[in-house]
């Protein structure tokens, strides 16, 4: 309530999916689709999670969002505005399912240059890599070669260059892959403090427990498009994200 | 511009650390100082000799970089799908492939400055060892001039590595079509000097002389900034050649690049 009127809150869409078909030219000129239409919006401040079986289309769909890919059909928009503009995409940070960061340069010449990018000043991008450093627990590896990190290292140096120019925006695909428990838990508690200072995370992931621990709403990706979408606070139970998900699955898109 | 430059001097940074470089650097260091001991068989032709040498290392040294390292710091980018770390913040796809090749060019700069720094040095210390009489026809101008218009040669093949690596998906192909544009960009002089004027005998269809005119407007003509001979005898090279020289080699790369963008823009990646 504010004053006399109840002013009811309104959630903008940060991240829009609309009818997003996504065909691929596979070998021999074979027709391959991954997204059969691909209606999806993430509000402002929720955590959303994709899960799905392989080969659902969730990375796709991430690859469309980040404008890597463009969409065969339909219409994908970051607040708003395509993400094959550039500048759409000042708002967002990409984790990969595969962080593939330079292997002969350090985990600080990325920062530095994430900081550049960000029209940082040389004190403020030392600053932020410090902080940022010890919130990966990577404070000691920060001038050592990235080939010379294991792949739960990567993951979190890549997290960090991620979250280097504090965006608004996160998308995270399969953040948790390749991290042991403690790994785990340190990128879910990040994603939380981050979501709590109100920005918007999109995560997919195959880790139901962790998906079903994070986020305000779940959508259950198969055949390219989303099945279902759940609400956080409806999963009671241990374990019923799984039955559900598999149950969907088993029955294909209705 | 800013983030421009960022990438350019991230990609130099990459380069840097690339072992490929240092290789380059001892081989090419090896090969000058011996030109000098070398040299000293041919009592005639010191200088000549020397530069011979020198330039030629500075011509292979060069031609190392668009053939190792802007390959692979450009296609290993898509293969390895490094080109997110870039991508997946707000710079556009021309920022990127600009950046890339004025990474990869401050590179092929940096080398063949210092393999000019090299031979000079060489010449020094060929006057110091044999005497200054066998150094007559050496001229720096034309030895600068001749360096210079080979590193234009080379900007021109590091702009079509960055075509290729925009249209292909492996760093191998790559290779084998930036390969192909170089010998064909050496070869073609002579193959339409044949064409031409062909010996007396021999007849060549309409078609094929029409088809060798056509590709030596679309392959560049790096054999035109091969001045190693010259320089070697010391003649510098005309100002208008050059001016005619450099012009070609700018319009050539802006064409190269402004098609590399279109398409790069236009690809999928990941």
């Known amino acids: ?254 | 511009m800013n983030k421009l430059w960022s990438v350019a001097f991230l990609t130099f940074k990459e380069g840097l650390k690339h072992r490929i470089l240092y290789c380059v650097f001892i081989v090419a260091l090896l090969a000058m100082t011996l030109s000098v001991l070398i040299s000293g068989f041919f009592m005639r032709d010191i200088s000549k000799i020397i530069l011979d040498f020198c330039l030629a290392t500075i011509s292979i040294g060069g031609l190392l970089v668009p053939f190792f390292l802007g390959i692979t710091l450009l296609a290993g980018d898509i293969d390895k799908r490094t080109v997110v770390t870039i991508l997946s913040r707000d710079i556009s796809r021309p920022q990127y492939i600009l950046g890339k090749y004025i990474g990869i060019s401050l590179l092929t700069g940096m080398i063949m400055a210092f393999f000019f720094a090299a031979t000079i040095i060489a010449i020094q210390g060929g006057i110091l060892l044999y005497g200054e009489h066998y150094f007559k026809s050496y001229s720096l101008l034309a030895v600068f001039s001749s360096t210079l218009l080979n590193y234009f040669g080379i900007s021109i093949l590091n702009a079509v590595v960055v075509l290729w690596c925009s249209i292909t998906t492996t760093s191998f192909l790559a290779t084998l079509l930036t390969l192909a544009t170089y010998l064909v960009g050496h070869l073609m002089d002579d193959v339409v000097r044949f064409i031409e004027s062909p010996p007396p005998g021999i007849l060549i269809s309409m078609p094929l002389q029409k088809t060798v005119q056509a590709t030596q407007y679309i392959f560049p003509n790096l054999a035109a900034f091969d001045h190693k001979l010259s320089a070697a005898h010391g003649i510098p090279i005309p100002f208008i050649q050059f001016s005619v020289l450099t012009s070609y080699a700018g319009v050539y790369i802006v064409a190269v690049l402004s098609l590399s963008i279109v398409l790069f823009t236009r690809r999928d990646l990941c």
């Not at chain 1, 010890?134 to 080939?147: A, F, M, P, T």
């Not at chain 1, 140096?157 to 790994?183: K, N, Q, R, T, W």
Request: charged share 20%; aromatic share 6%.
């Open chain 1, 1 to 254: 309530m504010q004053g006399f009127f109840y002013v009811p809150m309104i959630k903008i869409k940060h991240l829009v999916f609309d009818n997003v078909k996504k065909t691929y030219t596979a070998d021999l000129g074979k027709k391959k689709t991954a997204l059969t239409g691909l209606t999806l919006s993430v509000l402002e401040g929720e955590v959303f999670g994709i899960v799905g079986p392989n080969g659902a289309g969730k990375s796709t769909a991430l690859k469309i969002l980040t404008g890597f890919i463009r969409p065969s059909q339909g219409k994908v928009t970051i607040c708003g505005h395509s993400p094959q503009i550039s500048s759409s995409l000042k708002k967002v940070g990409y984790l990969p399912e595969n962080p593939c960061l330079y292997e002969h340069l350090t985990l600080q010449d990325h920062l530095s240059f994430a900081g550049q990018l960000a029209g940082y000043s040389k004190e403020k991008t030392r600053e932020r890599s410090n902080n940022l450093l010890e919130l990966v627990q990577l404070d000691k590896s920060g001038n050592q070669s990235i080939r010379r990190f294991s792949k739960g290292m990567t993951q979190r140096a890549a997290l960090a260059y991620a979250l280097f120019h504090e965006p608004e925006i996160l998308i995270l695909d399969e953040p948790m892959s390749g991290l042991d428990p403690v790994g785990r838990k340190l990128v879910i508690d990040i994603i939380n403090n981050y979501n709590q200072q109100g920005n918007t995370v999109l995560f997919c992931s195959h880790i139901l427990t962790d998906v079903e621990r994070i986020c305000d709403r779940i959508g259950i990706m198969h055949q390219g498009q989303l099945a279902c979408v759940l609400k956080g606070e409806e999963l009671g139970g241990a374990n019923e994200l799984e039955s559900i998900f598999l149950k969907t699955v088993s029955m294909g898109v209705q």
